[in-house]
């Protein structure tokens, strides 16, 4: 991988072994990134994105206008997400173990007084991992019999550039944990998603074509997952 840079945009490049080339516009901090078949050289490659500018600057903008919550110290009154609705946050100390539960309109967090952010932060990410984990066989299982296909793995991961992936040749795929914090549809869409790459690898018309025929409201779902509030992310700077 390497990057090239165009009207003051970096552009990651990144070779495969496909046909066409493609750009993508990761959220949610607008990381570009073009693959190329490994035989085209790096004028044609800069061309095409030339060609694409505009589209480009629209999918950034678009990511950088979309609301987002601040950078979490994990104290009451915040708001904190499941399943896209909005809760407050109520955190309390007790020297018991540490816990998380919904009450009505409110999670609560349950930490030692002495916890750091970073503890209780670590807390969240685990309940929330847990959760998805509890969502995830069952759309996999409704779905691998539509499609026709079985992971030989699943596994959740907290990912900062994309919201799931998938390693087509082992059959393994990866979910991002941050799904937890969108509506269930959005998990479902992503999951569909990556069951179609153990079909199709590359993003190519008939990768479209299996996604209108496994799960025809993909669009709609693509553009809810991508519309909805942004959870604060530090910025990071690699694509796989």
Known sequence: MYSITISGIEIKIVKKRIKNMYIRVFPPNGIVQVSAPVDYDDETIRMFALSRIGWIKRQIQSFENQPRQTKRKYVSGENIYLWGKRYRLDVIFSSSKNDMKIAG?????????????????????????????????????????????????????????????????????????????????????????????????????????????????????????????????????NVD
């Open 105 to 237: 309109d409110r999670i609560v967090l349950q930490v030692r007084p002495e916890s750091t952010i970073q503890q209780r932060e670590n807390v969240v990410n685990e309940w929330y991992r847990k959760l998805l984990k509890a969502e995830i066989p069952d759309i996999i299982e409704k779905y691998q019999k539509i499609i026709g296909v079985t992971p030989s793995e699943w596994h959740v991961k907290n990912m900062r550039t994309k919201w799931g992936t998938c390693n087509t040749d082992k059959k393994k795929i990866w979910i991002n944990l941050q799904l937890t914090k969108k509506t269930r549809e959005c998990l479902e869409y992503v999951i569909v998603h990556e069951l179609v790459h153990l079909l199709e690898k590359n993003h190519t018309e008939k990768f479209t074509q299996y996604m209108n025929q496994f799960y025809p409201e993909w669009r709609v779902a693509k553009e809810k997952l991508n519309s909805e509030v942004l959870d604060y992310m530090e910025p990071v700077d």
